[in-house]
């Protein structure tokens, strides 16, 4: 059996055509082409699907195009707080972190916290000292500094007459977007992986956390079922535990993948408020990318079929 | 209707009547009488579910007894740094805290979080810089310091032969203790709601996040099902989304509370591997209180039955 499959995703929200020049749209598609790719080439050859999936994610973090690792937005504080996350549906071995700073690669830690601790989530100072401890590779803020992101802070900073009113990501024109990066995987042993990464919300207070380091809100993997990674409004994603959610709608009542997906993004989500999307696997390889906000950034490839890259509805 | 039902924990481990005098027994059991009476005097007056829940793990967090609020145990740098969570079953609203010091009563900050800001979820210093906006609780070092819990730090310390090799908590008498407090209750007007807090683990490192402020993990209420609170080796809790597990089994298998309890603390967990226990009630009010440890602090008290106080198996 030579049968893989891989999808990404680099964030959900107010993606309109009528906002994009056809400049910025070939960069994304080009920056999405070159994550599935990464991945890809580890499915291809025989590699695990947890290692596609941080393969592509490490690719998605390191285009600032994408509010994840170097792209990651500004805090309130003007610093980058990441969180990410990442699980093997071999096993449900997880590992997340959140709340950290001057990491080049917060997936990669997230990796290590489930492969070189007894732990599954480690957080702020903490999780540095433990990226320290195990040799990970840090960068400076010169690295993290993106100006696009820094001229976003100060315009999101101008408007902030609420304290906490600040859900999504103010974009240069109004845009509401929820910049995370993930990815799902199906290797030729048939295992899945899941995994998320992000850089919060611009000018974020108060240390908030979201959904992608928690396990069954943003992440979730299991062979049994699924391999699930979200994008979307974080607080309405841990609400209603929208990756396990799904895996339990299969498990426990027999729905197909793209039922189960339909349901959470389409119908329950939506009931709740909770705007955004999602990638997912099942372990026989079918993909689905659901979402109910105006556009996804996303892309798609099996083994047996061709490289799917999509953006607007 | 005038039915009304509440439960309570105070942590799962290696709990034996062996090692235990009468004089500590009796102890406990009245902690755990005086946490059920506060969260049931709300219930009996027609108060919300949500308020019991708060009421009951104050009571237990302002106990020296339990490793939660002025009992919680010391990390490896000497500090106390606690998590909580709570949820409303009515309307899936979520508030949660993680890796704060100098809180009162953590499982307050996490309402205040849920009700007062936007967000489900807040870590660190972040977490205090929103309790100082809201003018929480603070209470100094002096108020945290329990003989009991340094002395645990210290005698952690000196057998840390590997760093991260710290589950659980080490005792006195080399017991395996998960230290962790919670409540579930439905009030009369047929709400749920299920709370978690916990001061984590003794000589903690690395920023570790247990289960207690994961919703969906640690903590989990939905009127459609039932409502959770989970104690034990976090990291196994996490990786099953054990709380969320339940409300699945019951609304998408259409098993009881207890057969769905049965199927992951008595079964799904230990094929994990995972100690620990939880405390679980249902819409209609039946209670459970399954737990696969040596044993569990734990009382239940419904408006037409009498109080159950069990510690052991």
Same mark, same amino acid.
């Given at each position: ?168 990501? &103010?974009?240069?024109?109004?845009? *509401? +977007?929820? %910049?995370? /990066? @993930? ?6 042993? $048939?295992?899945? !992986?899941?995994?998320?990464? &992000?850089?919060?919300?611009?000018? *974020? +207070?108060? %240390?908030? /956390? @979201? ?6 809100? $943003?992440?979730? !993997? ?92």
């Amino acid at each position: 059996m030579n049968k893989y499959a891989i999808a990404i995703h680099g964030g959900a929200g107010t993606i309109l055509k009528s906002s994009m020049t056809d400049e910025k749209e070939q960069a994304y598609k080009t920056a999405l082409e070159e994550a599935i790719h990464a991945g890809e080439v580890i499915l291809k050859n025989g590699g695990a699907a947890l290692d596609a999936v941080e393969s592509a994610i490490i690719s998605l973090e390191n285009n600032p195009l994408f509010n994840a690792g170097k792209g990651a937005v500004f805090t309130n504080t003007g610093k980058n707080e990441m969180d990410a996350s990442i699980m093997n549906g071999l096993d449900l071995r997880a590992g997340a972190v959140a709340g950290i700073s001057n990491i080049k690669n917060p997936i990669s830690l997230a990796k290590a916290v489930m492969e070189k601790s007894e732990h599954v989530f480690l957080a702020g100072a903490g999780a540095i000292d433990f990226a320290k401890k195990i040799n990970a590779e840090f960068a400076d803020a010169d690295y993290f500094f993106v100006p696009m992101r820094y001229d976003q802070l100060q315009k999101a900073k101008q408007s902030d007459t609420i304290a906490l009113d600040h859900t999504a990501d &103010t974009f240069e024109n109004g845009e *509401k +977007k929820f %910049g995370t /990066v @993930g990815a799902v995987a199906m290797d030729v042993h $048939g295992n899945l !992986a899941a995994g998320t990464s &992000t850089g919060g919300m611009t000018n *974020k +207070k108060y %240390g908030r /956390v @979201g959904d992608s380091p928690i396990i069954g809100a $943003g992440t979730y !993997a299991n062979n049994t079922t699924c391999a699930i990674s979200c994008t979307g409004h974080g607080e309405f994603f841990i609400r209603a535990v929208v990756a396990y959610d799904i895996s339990c709608l299969m498990e426990y009542k027999g729905l197909s993948l793209k039922e189960a997906c339909d349901k959470v993004v389409m119908d329950k989500l939506v009931k709740l408020g909770g705007e955004g999307g999602l990638i997912a696997i099942d372990n026989k390889g079918n993909i689905e990318l659901p979402f109910n906000s105006e556009g996804m950034y996303r892309a798609k490839k099996a083994a047996d079929s061709d490289l799917y890259i999509g953006i607007y509805k």
